[in-house]
């Protein structure tokens, strides 16, 4: 429904020319790109009385002296105390048979998943001071904070967390602001890749950065001295520190990365077509059980850390949020066959990409690079989609209010 209210502000013009692919690419040239962003002219009319409201959070490092330091660890006892024991308990009441309501399970799990962090969800409790760098939370008192950017909007709540050694604090907030409108008007597709971070229908491609892959000798050396002391001891404590520490920094060079990675792609772009791709599918153990073990273990283990150290699902939820924030339409496309069709003669098959890297149609004999392909085939797919559910809710608008669930079936 959301996107249909989208499309509702805009003005597709020239749908018809979606379908006529043989005229829209000219793939002679090896450098050659896809002239489909010509194709549909996206006009913005926003309803300018209408406001949309924008929920965003601000995370700064906490300086708190001794004194606060040792209360917030102490409340993060409490928290984690307290998470223990409920979860103890559903457990007996579990092993019991005895079933809680929604009411006695949300009294119990208060805390449930929050860790070493406290969180005040009262408004009235909460008072910032951004002038100072300060903030005042229960119990804590006033504490100074890396006042990095303004605080924008209503403060609903407000979170303290402990990561690698560092106090830190989230604010949420809300703000209502007015409907975004984008100064572009092209539209591209977006491939996810295993040797790219991803690659654009207009040729424009992003490598990986992999950072886990950059520090694992580093890392398997800090966990090798890790292993060979004695727990939870003094030089234990230590060791695990530095491997703590080097955890977050690969954490915060990924985060950067991606977050530039998505500013780009959002900034650049008035539509973008991704592909709907199941993430727990696609980095799924191989192992198997153990009347059925898995094959491809080792290699598939390897694929499973290269996927999740690309963050390329970190990219998409990154993307779901800073689009509406631009007011770029996201499209979701199913992979079916995005990277087993021809662009130019339309002949899909497997035999297409023998190979990672290489497209090479069995048909007409067409070769590029096989996500730039996947680019273009997942682009036009998401135009044909649009234009389809366009055209449909602009024959059907003065008969009825469409639902959902027709658009999903026009489409």
């Given amino acids: 429904m959301r996107q249909l209210q989208f499309l509702n502000s805009l003005a597709v013009e020239d749908t018809a020319a979606v379908f006529g692919y043989q005229d829209q690419m000219n793939m002679h040239s090896k450098h050659a790109v896809s002239t489909v962003p010509k194709v549909l002219a996206f006009v913005h009319t926003p309803d300018h009385h209408a406001r949309m409201e924008r929920r965003q959070a601000f995370r700064f490092e906490l300086m708190p002296n001794g004194e606060p330091q040792r209360r917030m660890s102490r409340l993060a006892g409490c928290a984690r105390y307290v998470y223990n024991q409920a979860l103890a308990l559903k457990q007996e009441r579990y092993e019991k048979k005895e079933k809680l309501t929604r009411f006695q399970l949300d009294k119990l799990l208060v805390e449930k998943g929050i860790g070493d962090s406290l969180r005040e969800s009262d408004p009235r409790c909460i008072k910032l001071d951004q002038v100072n760098r300060r903030i005042q939370l229960p119990k804590l008192g006033w504490v100074r904070y890396r006042n990095s950017r303004e605080v924008l909007g209503e403060i609903p709540s407000a979170t303290v967390s ?67 002391k004695k727990k939870f001891s003094g030089n234990w404590k230590k060791a695990k520190a530095k491997i703590t520490k080097l955890h977050s920094k690969i954490t915060h060079i990924r985060k950067d990365f991606v977050h530039k990675a998505s500013n780009d792609i959002s900034k650049n772009h008035a539509v973008v077509f991704v592909e709907d791709l199941p993430g727990k599918n696609m980095s799924t153990s191989a192992q198997g059980t153990k009347a059925k073990p898995g094959k491809g273990v080792r290699q598939k283990s390897g694929l499973n850390r290269s996927i999740l150290d690309a963050s390329r699902f970190e990219l998409r939820r990154q993307l779901a949020y800073k689009t509406q924030w631009n007011g770029v339409l996201l499209v979701p496309v199913p992979p079916q066959n995005t990277s087993r069709r021809c662009p130019r003669c339309r002949h899909t098959s ?13 048909k007409c004999g067409f070769s590029a690079p096989a996500d730039w392909v996947a680019a273009i085939n997942i682009k036009e797919a998401g135009l044909a989609s649009l234009a389809c559910s366009s055209s449909w809710h602009a024959r059907s608008a003065s008969c009825q209010e469409p639902t959902e669930d027709m658009v999903c079936a026009s489409v």
């Fill in 350 to 362: 497997t035999e297409n990409r023998q190979t990672q890297a290489k497209f090479v149609c069995v």
């Fill in 162 to 228: 402990l990561s690698a050694g560092q106090w830190f604090v989230s604010i949420s907030t809300r703000r209502e602001v007015e409907p975004p409108v984008h100064p572009s008007r092209s539209s591209v597709g977006l491939d996810w890749g295993v040797a790219r971070f991803y690659t654009l229908s207009d040729g424009e491609y992003q490598d990986q950065l992999q950072p886990l892959k950059r520090f694992l000798p580093k890392l398997a050396k800090l966990e090798r001295r890790l292993a060979g």
